[in-house]
């Protein structure tokens, strides 16, 4: 059973930066893709940003250009730095994996970080 540990998230004024850090108790290979999620109070979690094996990288609109996730392999750890941070960016972000498995695979969730942005 995997399990995932984020660290980093705090408190930050507009415009400032964090990096998170999602380390994995298992070889990240297991995994065919990690990503950061996040949730606001009142609504639903949304997908923030996602690595695939392959290193490929998708993120949502509302970060491009600003976030930027990568993976150490060597350290089992996926980052997300999150720059130019704007109020609206404030939740509780989750690292998330998935590894395949039939017939629909596993979903792993790490206990989840506060970011706090200020205006």
């Known amino acids: 059973q995997a399990q995932l540990v984020e660290s980093g998230g705090g408190l930050v004024q507009s415009g400032g930066s964090l990096r998170l850090s999602c380390a994995a108790s298992?070889?990240?290979?297991?995994?065919?893709?990690m990503g950061w999620h996040r949730q606001a109070p009142g609504k639903a979690r949304e997908l923030v940003a996602e690595?695939?094996?392959?290193?490929?990288?998708d993120y949502a609109d509302s970060v491009k250009g600003r976030f930027n996730i990568s993976k150490d392999n060597a350290k089992n750890t996926v980052y997300l730095q999150m720059n130019r941070l704007k109020p609206d960016d404030t939740g509780v972000y989750y690292c998330?994996?998935?590894?395949?498995?039939?017939?629909?695979?596993?979903?792993?969730w790490g206990q989840g970080t506060q970011v706090t942005v200020s205006s």
């Open positions: 998330h994996a998935h590894s395949p498995s039939w017939p629909t695979g596993n979903d792993y």
């Open positions: 298992v070889n990240v290979f297991t995994f065919t893709r």
């Open positions: 690595i695939s094996i392959d290193d490929s990288a």
